[in-house]
Each structure stands twice: as structure tokens, then as C-alpha cells.
């Protein structure tokens, strides 16, 4: 299951925005720092209008969507490596997550105090950054006195790794995330097992309060504390943003889907920040879905872009990738106006494709395989 981290200083709504993903209130959100003591998890359903579509075109039974798992960690604070606050004793909790999604404070309110007194988005982001780069730090230098003691008995893989190692340390030093190391593909490759908390792809999710929302979404230069943020992003690697206002977010949980939308659409948003933030993720990692349904279920399953069809039917099984024979695919598009697979395959929308053929998103997939 895909996975992703909520990291934040404490006070700027990432407990309420953890809440609101997960539709529960499970993590305590308290005016004061430290509020959340142990890591929460939660597991988010992928929003996919498609799947009821075909559910209802099928007679399925079940429909079954894609998930991501939520964690959220105790707020970080400035000295966390040292032993400041709390946060720092759950990061190894978000270490084999896929991307971070860091919190940010972009909204003044007196009530609600702030670790450091006053509101700077950057500042934070600054603290946070550096305590994981900290983190990470103190974690290969730990995995560096083990791989030197294997390397000399000659141990081939330990020495690749501490090339790697020697690389990515000075680069640390300079207060520089891992992510943006100038590294080759095979050195990349070695540093994912270190499961580095700066080598992941992130999200910065810059929490407004509601009046600003609609505002801030249209028209971002209006909030600056929003516009120096997606500055920031622009200039690092491999990071974006969204807007969102956990609050707003908070208030949806226990409204249906049509009140929600109606809700939202009279404050002048499109879409919740919550699917905003799904989507996000998705195209931060480069991920889409093809599509499986029948009469017993109907199911969304997740792969990243450019799998190839046996890939992508080993994500169902592995028996289906080692006896892949063939993929009997048509788009969703396709699917829904020609109103059933057989009228698709007279209309010669449906396709047998092999083992070189690149899954689309929204493929509605049967696999063909010997056991």
C-alpha cells in the first residue's frame, strides 16, 4: 500500500488535517504543542467516481478502491535531534513511507499559539528540513561504522554502499536534503535502502484559514505567506504544493459526499483539499490506476506510470506476472459509451495487448495467464 508522512511543527493543523483524511478523529488536536504523543495511522480510500460506474455496469458485489496510508508523528521542534520535544522519537515511524506531506502554517490567529510565537511558514519549513536532514545524518553515519567493519572482509555490496555514503554525507553537511544529491541512477537506486527521510519526494501542504481559502486558491498571490511557500517549492527539487484548510476539512467529516460538495461550492472551491491532496500525491510519485471489474468486484489497483502489463498483473498476484499470457484492455472511456465489454469489442475498442504493452490510467484490464 502506498504510504505517506504528515510532518509539521506543532500548532499548524496537521493532527486536524490527519483527521480529516481519515474521516475519524482518532489523533487528539489540542490547542498546545506536543498534543500528539504516539504515531497515528490511518488508512485514506482513493477517491474514483469510476469505480461506481463500472460497479453498476457489472453487477459487482463489492467495489474495492485504491488506499493510502496516512502516518502522522508528534510535532517537530528546533533541537529535535537533541532531544527537544517529542516528534523526533517517531521519525523512524515515516522512514518506509513513499513521500512526505509537511504542514504549514499560513494563517494568523491569536487563539491558536504557535510554538515560536509568531507565524513564518518558511522558518518552519527551515526548522523542519533541518531536523531530518539531522536525522538522516545521524542515521548514515550509524550505517557507516557497520558497512566499513563488513567492507573489510570484502564485502562487495558494503563498499558500493559506502561510496554512496561518502557522497551523500558532505552534501547532508551543507544543510542540503538528500534528494537533491548529484547522484547517478545506480547510486540512487543503493540510496533508497536507506530509507532517508530527506531522499523523499514532498508536499507542502500550506494550511489557510477558511475565510482565505477560496481566495487563495484563485488568485495564491494574495496570501504572500502562501506565495513564498510555493516560491520555496518551485526552487527545490522534487517538491510541491497544495492549499488546504484543515479546519474546512475537519467540518466535511461527518457531512455526506453531496452536502460536501455543495458545502464547498458555495464558498467558492472546486474540489476538498482532501482529494487535492490524493492527487497530489499521485502525480508527485508519477502514479495512475488501471481498473479490474466483474460481477464478484470491482477494484482499482495503483501502479506507477510506464508499468508494463506483466508488472501490472503482478500487482493482482504473482502468479499472474510469471504466467502472463495476454491483457485483454479497453479505456474506461470507451468502456462507459459503448455501455458493456461486448458492444466494446464489436465497436473494436477492446485490445489484446502483450507483454511490452504500458498500462494506461483508467485501463479497465482482464488478464489472460497459465498458473
Same mark, same amino acid.
Given at each position: ?7 509539521? !511543527? ?10 480529516? $483524511? ?31 460506474? $463500472? ?85 548514515? !553515519?550509524?550505517?557507516?561504522? &557497520? ?77 504572500? !505567506? ?18 488546504? &484548510? ?20 458555495? !464558498? ?61 484492455? $479497453? ?18 475498442? $477492446? ?21
Amino acid at each position: 500500500m502506498l504510504k505517506a508522512g504528515i510532518v509539521g !511543527m506543532p500548532n499548524v493543523g496537521k493532527s486536524t488535517l490527519f483527521n480529516a $483524511l481519515t474521516r475519524n478523529r482518532n489523533a487528539e488536536a489540542a490547542n498546545y504543542p506536543f498534543c500528539t504523543i504516539d504515531p497515528n495511522v490511518g488508512v485514506v480510500t482513493v477517491p474514483d467516481p469510476r469505480l461506481e460506474v $463500472l460497479s453498476k455496469m457489472s453487477g459487482s458485489e463489492k467495489v474495492i478502491p485504491a488506499a493510502i496510508e496516512f502516518v502522522d508523528i508528534a510535532g517537530l521542534v528546533q533541537g529535535a535531534s537533541e532531544g527537544a520535544g517529542l516528534g523526533n522519537k517517531f521519525l523512524a515511524n515515516i522512514r518506509e513511507t513513499d513521500a512526505i506531506v509537511q504542514v504549514v502554517r499560513c494563517f494568523e490567529n491569536d487563539d491558536i499559539i504557535h510554538e515560536l510565537g509568531t507565524v513564518d511558514p518558511l522558518r518552519d519549513i527551515e526548522i523542519i528540513n533541518a531536523e531530518l536532514i539531522l536525522a538522516d545524518h545521524a542515521s548514515l !553515519m550509524k550505517r557507516r561504522v &557497520s558497512r566499513e567493519k563488513k567492507s573489510r572482509g570484502n564485502d562487495k555490496e558494503a563498499k558500493k554502499e559506502l561510496e554512496v555514503i561518502d557522497k551523500i554525507l558532505p552534501h547532508l553537511d551543507e544543510g542540503k536534503p538528500a534528494i537533491t544529491a548529484d547522484i547517478n541512477d545506480d547510486d540512487y537506486e543503493i540510496m533508497k535502502e536507506f530509507f532517508l527521510l530527506t531522499s523523499k519526494r514532498t508536499i507542502f501542504a500550506c494550511n489557510v484559514s477558511e475565510d482565505d481559502l477560496a481566495d487563495t486558491i484563485n488568485i495564491p498571490k494574495d496570501n504572500s !505567506m502562501v506565495a513564498r511557500v510555493q516560491q520555496y517549492a518551485e526552487e527545490t527539487h522534487g517538491a510541491e504544493i497544495i492549499i488546504i &484548510s484543515a479546519r474546512i476539512e475537519e467540518e466535511l467529516i461527518d457531512v455526506s459526499p453531496e452536502e460536501a460538495k455543495e458545502f464547498l461550492a458555495d !464558498m467558492g472551491v472546486v474540489d476538498s483539499g482532501f482529494s487535492t491532496m490524493i492527487r497530489s500525491v499521485y502525480k508527485l510519485l508519477g502514479l495512475s490506476t488501471y481498473l479490474t471489474t466483474g460481477e464478484k468486484e470491482t477494484r482499482a489497483w495503483t501502479i506507477r506510470n510506464g508499468t508494463k502489463a506483466p508488472a501490472a498483473a503482478g500487482v493482482i498476484h504473482t502468479d499472474f506476472e510469471r504466467g502472463f499470457i495476454a491483457a485483454e484492455v $479497453l479505456h474506461y472511456d470507451d468502456y462507459v459509451e459503448c455501455e458493456s465489454k461486448s458492444a466494446a469489442r464489436d465497436a473494436g475498442k $477492446l485490445r489484446i495487448e502483450g507483454k511490452e504493452y504500458e498500462v494506461k490510467d483508467g485501463d479497465v484490464i482482464e488478464f489472460r495467464f497459465n498458473v
